[in-house]
């Protein structure tokens, strides 16, 4: 079940967005908010059951225009490379900032190297900024989201080459 202050950060983030719907269903707990016209968010929660019998949808057929797609040449080096990368991922949803304050320098930047209590970012949710540390030691590859975007729970944040 989740946790009043995560249902009012679901509500702030779906008010933000350009969604008009947005539905959240974990274990017996079904969320549902709908935007009025004028922008309010309405919420609703009810008990996620299944009916005993529900039909499946059937197929559609959907056409589909051909075009011609070249593809970049893969290689073995370029896909063990990026498997024996770390990703450090974001453990909320929330907001993602690279510097502790928009004067201050950037916690990390490519090249950089971190050790696993490293603090490489905040996601800010709520108002309450949560300091994310690399748990890894190595360097900093790649920086794969921008300041002040948001980001979703589990989404990869840095690729980090461990040592």
């Known amino acids: 079940m ?8 679901l509500i702030k983030l ?3 967005s350009n969604l008009d719907e947005f539905v959240y269903e974990v274990d017996d707990c079904k969320i549902k908010m709908k935007k009025n016209q004028g922008g309010a968010v309405a919420v609703s929660t009810q008990p996620a059951v299944q009916p005993a019998a529900v039909e499946a949808p059937k197929p559609q057929v959907v056409e589909v225009a051909k ?3 070249k593809e970049e040449p893969t290689t ?12 450090i991922t974001s453990p909320m949803v ?4 690279h510097k502790p304050t928009p004067e201050a320098d950037p916690y990390v930047k490519v090249g950089s190297k971190v050790t ?9 949710a709520m108002k309450l900024f949560n300091e994310i540390e ?22 990869p944040l840095f690729l980090v080459k461990p040592e």
Not at 3 to 8: D, G, H, N, P
Not at 76 to 87: G, I
């Open 14 to 16: 779906v008010d933000q």
């Open 116 to 124: 696993n209590d490293s603090i490489v970012c905040i996601v800010e």
């Open 76 to 87: 073995v080096e370029t896909a063990t490379a990026d498997e024996s990368l770390h990703k």
């Open 134 to 155: 690399a748990e890894v030691n190595g360097e900093i590859v790649e920086i794969l989201v921008k300041d002040g975007q948001l980001v979703e729970y589990g989404q």
């Open 2 to 9: 989740l946790k009043v202050q995560e249902i009012r950060e």
């Open 67 to 69: 075009t011609e797609v």
């Open 94 to 97: 929330g907001t993602f900032y």
